[in-house]
């Protein structure tokens, strides 16, 4: 995708170094970071330099890559993978990606290691950006079956939550990608942007895709999400995913669930963009996975764009007030339309996802 009309993606080696956007500067400020060692990937993922499952498992790969440039010993190969895996509990591409990683070097000899290491983050990533290409395309065909229906050629109005775009990903995004493929097939299309609270990753991140793309959209709150529905303001709702159990259930940013519970509730549309790596076969039921619990502050405290152009982080609750701070919710199956996937949509269920590991089967 592009900013000021130069191409990007969210994680690029170059000459052997590995390079991000920051995302805790965005909107305000696009500051290209490098990940020169094991710890600055460490903390790229804790803090939210990087966030979205895919994108984190990306990282994640690069940052064995990286650790393994600097020490491709069998020791520092389990050293790293255990360092990466405790960064983010609740995304399960994290594991995917880094056992992937880990299962690809194990056998290699150590002078290729780091070479073989960065090849196979690679094409981790790549294969992310054609999973995500392959969700837009299919995504599409739901937008225009709406838009086909629509009177006067009114404009299609989506839903999403949370930031499902191309810096969620590698590129194109999951939730996002079948609204970027509407818009180049040119179709009208509006998008009603959550602000997503705590850390406002709709209102700072989606809302800036959007805007870069010319895409027509408005950022509400998190809580009109519902009442906007009932005005037959929403035609349809898609969201991403952290984490998918076998059952079909759904685990993504907290305040999906609510989302799908009024969708359910004024018989609209509620779909979720699914990237296979995502899919935890190793669970069935989305009760099952642990939820997040991230810093209080991020609920107490907010950061926002002062007049005099600099960042600056405010307390918006009393100080005696503690917070919780669940980083995600489940959405159960029953709520869900369909799960938008690179081999097509299917159902969320066991007999769908059951379809998909075969598919994967074959590969």
């Known amino acids: 995708m592009k900013i000021d009309g130069k191409s990007y993606r969210s994680i690029w080696e170059k000459d052997g170094r590995i390079w991000i956007i920051d995302q805790t500067l965005l ?11 094991l710890t600055s990937v460490i903390t790229a993922i804790c803090d939210m330099q990087v966030r979205g499952a895919p994108l984190i498992g990306a990282t994640a790969a690069y940052g064995l890559a990286i650790a393994l440039k600097e020490n491709p010993s069998d020791a520092n190969l389990e050293k790293a993978f255990k360092a990466l895996l405790s960064t983010r509990p609740t995304a399960v591409n994290l594991r995917w990606a880094l056992e992937r990683m880990h299962s ?8 290729n290691r780091a070479s073989v290491a960065m090849s196979e983050a690679a094409s981790i990533a790549d294969e992310d950006v054609a999973i995500n290409e392959a969700i837009g395309n299919h995504g599409l065909e739901v937008i225009r079956s709406i838009a086909s229906g629509k009177k006067n050629n009114s404009p299609v109005n989506i839903l999403t939550h949370c930031n499902a775009g191309w810096i969620a990903t590698v590129d194109w995004g999951t ?17 009603w942007v959550d602000e997503t609270r705590p850390r406002n990753q709709g209102a700072a ?19 009109a999400g519902g009442h906007l529905m009932q005005r037959g303001l ?13 059952n079909g259930d759904v685990c993504n940013k907290i305040g999906t669930y609510l989302k799908a519970l009024a969708a359910k509730d004024n018989q609209i549309p509620f779909y979720v963009a699914l990237p296979t790596p995502t899919i935890d076969w190793t669970l ?17 405290h907010i950061w926002g764009q002062a007049n005099d152009g600099s960042r600056q982080k405010v307390r918006l609750t009393p100080t005696s007030s503690h917070a ?11 709520l869900i339309s369909g799960l938008i996937t690179e081999f097509g949509i299917i159902d969320a269920s066991y007999s769908g996802l059951e379809g998909i590991r075969e598919a994967l089967s074959k590969y």
């Open 175 to 191: 939730a996002l990608a079948p609204i970027y493929k509407a818009h180049e097939a040119g179709l009208d299309v509006h998008v």
């Open 234 to 246: 929403v035609d349809l709702c898609i969201v991403g995913t952290d984490r998918t159990t076998a």
């Open 205 to 223: 991140l989606t809302a800036w895709e959007l805007g870069a793309h010319g895409i027509p959209h408005h950022v509400i709150v998190d809580n």
């Open 284 to 300: 069935e039921d989305g009760l099952q996975i642990p939820i997040e619990q991230r810093a209080e502050d991020e609920v107490t």
């Open 104 to 111: 690809h070097l194990i056998g290699q000899l150590v002078s």
């Open 27 to 37: 909107p305000h400020e696009v500051q290209i970071k490098e990940l020169a060692d």
């Open 324 to 334: 919780r701070n669940d980083a995600f919710d489940v959405t159960p199956a029953h």
